[in-house]
Nanobody, 114 residues
Framework: QVQFVESGGGLVQPGGSLRLSCAASGNIFKFYNMGWYRQAPGKQREMVATIARGYTTNYADSVKGRFTISRDNAINTVFLQMNSLKPEDTAVYYC????????WGQGTQVTVSS
């Protein structure tokens, strides 16, 4: 089963930016649809952004215009560029494949606070 390792999170002030990375194992990454998900304390995990194997993208309304998902199949990596961050973006961010999920990793913590 494919494994995912998220990185790039941290503490940032409102209005700041972060770039998250998701490194995948395996040799069939280019055939996966991929997505970023987040879970805030006391809330269910929610979809943030998706990118299909054909590069079609989709975003949650709450992040549209601020976040950009991309992928580099040559290095088995998905990125999430996060701009104009808000306190409500604070969460643990995860990546995974869809519609068939792989194992959920530990995620990377994003904290937006002044």
């Amino acid at each position: 089963q494919v494994q995912f390792v998220e990185s790039g999170g941290g503490l940032v002030q409102p209005g700041g930016s972060l770039r998250l990375s998701c490194a995948a194992s395996g040799n069939i990454f280019k055939f996966y649809n991929m997505g970023w998900y987040r879970q805030a304390p006391g809330k269910q995990r929610e979809m943030v952004a998706t990118i299909a194997r054909g590069y079609t993208t989709n975003y949650a309304d709450s992040v549209k215009g601020r976040f950009t998902i991309s992928r580099d199949n040559a290095i088995n990596t998905v990125f999430l560029q996060m701009n104009s961050l808000k306190p409500e973006d604070t969460a643990v961010y995860y990546c995974n494949s869809w519609p068939t999920f792989g194992s959920w990793g530990q995620g990377t913590q994003v904290t937006v606070s002044s």
